[in-house]
Nanobody, 120 residues
């Protein structure tokens, strides 16, 4: 199983970006999916989670600006980021709890990260 994140880039303050994270491989089901970010010199921080039932939770720093969704038919999760600020600059990582085909156990996988830079 692999997770591939994309959609990052350079955007001006106040702008928007949409990140995508696609899971591929021998997947039976995907439970919770999450987005994290790591800014230079800082620890990786959690920013959003979506459950298999579609319930979402957000860190206070992004609540009201970021929206997480998922498309289970495509094994994909999205992070719509609006009203971006310089403080949102970071490498963004996706995470998913995956049950592989033929397995009874859930395994956590991470994507490789995509850079988001908010600057004028």
């Amino acid at each position: 199983v692999q997770l591939q994140a994309c959609g990052g880039g350079l955007v001006q303050p106040g702008g928007s970006l949409r990140l995508s994270c696609v899971a591929s491989g021998s997947i039976f089901s995907i439970n919770n999916m999450g987005w994290y970010r790591q800014a230079p010199g800082k620890q990786r921080e959690w920013i959003a989670t979506i459950t298999s039932g579609g319930n979402t939770g957000y860190a206070g720093s992004v609540k009201g600006r970021f929206t997480m969704s998922r498309d289970d038919a495509k094994n994909t999760t999205y992070l719509q980021m609006n009203m971006l600020k310089a403080g949102d600059t970071a490498v963004y990582y996706c995470n998913a709890g995956v049950v592989s085909t033929g397995s009874l156990a859930e395994t956590a996988y991470w994507g490789q990260g995509t850079q988001v830079t908010v600057s004028s």
